[in-house]
């Protein structure tokens, strides 16, 4: 298929069409959003904050969470309000994994939704909104294309900010027995590394200090490179921390099986990559990772983080964790406490098991009761609460940077990231936003930190 020609904005009409994005889901469907808007805005399409009389809606939709599919259709019921009353015309899209997983079923429960498209087709929507516009029927792209989409999308438009989310892989094929992702984003395919680079010169050029590359499975990235060469991970950022003005660089969300020996010593020989890493282990039992279809053991898991900590000594850790996958026992549940035990996180994210159709656990024998699994997820939230407020703790009376990137909730307050991602709230003018400046910690929260500025000489 040709590249989409987008047509040019036709007089004050075009330059008047408001679109709004409801965005759920990861940190790539954020991305993903972004780069819609910006698909559209040579169509006259501006960004509108509330959908009311908006002549565009996109829900950009994601399919990990329990009922997934029926919050999207009670969002729609309250959308199909605003598109009636701007007497039907308002496009109305929905988009992302529930669109890839459900688009007939959409259709088919909500005919006035006018296009469906799943995230590998956003590049087409151009044309998918003419079509819609001709009063053609509605319009559904859930196909995976032939074409990369990343060829076919103009440089970012709209700043991010001081930080900033770069794509660089997306789909998966590791087919964890409760994931839908290598259903609804397709295998694996890695940008190649002149697009990445390109683009993060781009992020930087509009004033993004820190980035953070995204993909399902970020680290089995391998891009074409310069010289007919492959290039890893490691090597990309190598090449990334060499851009002037970039100072932070993080990545995720990485598998524990693609962790190699040259990701491991970027940890140990790049300054602005960040000392924190989301490594999912989703449990501690072999027996539950197995029918998980991890591939990994807690022991591999526990011999990964050995050899980030010898080269990153300051290295601090987030994870995913599913309690109650189908045969979970207690003793498999208390193989996840110790390996929490054992590690110690400074963030986690923590989950019930919910089946996902089409997943081969939706179907397993031995489902775990709901009861059990709401005792299991308590405990084990109580455990990494207690070792996230151990490490805020420990941050108190270290002097660290930290990266300003607004104001805060209270007048001359600003607030910035700390190395480890925390929230950090310091007195300060507007002008450090975009900056980074030494801040002595003075307080811990369980969501943030408090300090005083050190340092008010711009070190970025």
């Known amino acids: 298929m040709n590249a989409v020609q987008t047509p040019a904005p036709i007089g004050e009409a075009a330059a008047r069409k408001r679109l709004h994005v409801i965005t759920w889901g990861c940190q790539m469907n954020v991305y993903d959003s972004g780069r819609m808007a910006d698909v559209l805005a040579p169509l006259g399409y501006a960004p509108a904050a509330e959908p009311d009389g908006a002549d565009m809606v996109i829900l950009n939709t994601c399919h990990i969470r329990d009922k997934a599919a029926e919050k ?3 969002e729609l019921g309250r959308l199909r309000r605003l598109k009636e009353a701007t007497g039907n015309r308002m496009i109305l899209a929905v988009a992302g994994c529930v669109a890839q997983a459900e688009g007939a079923e959409i259709l088919a429960r909500a005919p006035y939704v006018d296009i469906v498209l799943g995230p590998q087709t956003y590049h087409r929507l151009p044309e998918m909104v003419a079509q819609a516009s001709r009063a053609a029927g509605a319009v559904i792209e859930t196909d995976f294309p032939p074409e990369e989409k990343f060829d076919h999308l103009p440089d970012s438009a709209t700043p991010q900010g001081p930080t900033a989310f770069l794509t660089i892989q997306e789909g998966c094929d590791k087919f964890c027995s409760f994931c839908v992702v290598p259903y609804t984003r397709g295998a694996e395919a890695s940008r190649p590394a002149g697009a ?5 010169r781009h992020l930087v050029a509009q004033g993004s200090r820190e980035i953070t590359l995204l993909g399902q499975n970020v680290n089995a990235w391998h891009g074409e490179a310069p010289g007919a060469a492959t290039w890893g991970l490691g090597r990309l950022l190598r090449e990334l921390a060499e851009i002037p003005g970039l100072t932070r660089l993080r990545y995720a969300t990485s598998h524990p099986r693609d962790m190699d020996d040259d990701l491991v010593a970027a ?3 790049i300054p602005s990559l960040m000392p924190f890493l989301h490594l999912p282990v989703q449990s501690g039992s072999d027996r539950v990772l197995a029918a998980m279809n991890r591939k990994h053991t807690a022991d591999d ?7 980030l900590r010898a080269a990153r000594p300051d290295l601090a850790l987030s994870s995913d964790f599913i309690v109650g996958h189908p045969g979970e026992t207690d003793a498999d549940h208390e193989a996840t406490m110790a390996l929490v035990r054992d590690v110690g996180f400074a963030q986690a994210y923590s989950f019930k098991y919910s089946p996902r159709p089409g997943t081969p656990a939706a179907g397993a024998p031995m489902q775990v009761a709901e009861d059990v699994k709401d005792s299991r997820l308590q405990a084990l939230q109580a455990l990494l609460r207690e070792q996230q407020a151990r490490f805020g703790a420990g941050c108190v009376g270290l002097d660290m ?4 990137t607004g104001p805060g909730r209270h007048p001359g307050q600003i607030v910035g990231r700390s190395p480890y991602l925390q929230p950090v709230h310091v ?8 900056t980074e400046s030494i801040v002595r910690i003075v307080a811990s929260h369980p969501n943030s930190l408090a300090g005083t500025l050190v340092q008010e000489r711009q070190i970025a």
């Open 267 to 269: 940890h140990r020989d």
């Open 301 to 307: 898991y526990r011999r990964i983080i050995d050899r």
């Open 196 to 200: 990445i680079l390109r683009e993060a």
């Open 427 to 434: 007195s300060g003018g507007a002008n450090l936003v975009g």
């Open 401 to 404: 940077p930290v990266l300003f």
């Open 72 to 74: 999207v259709f009670s």
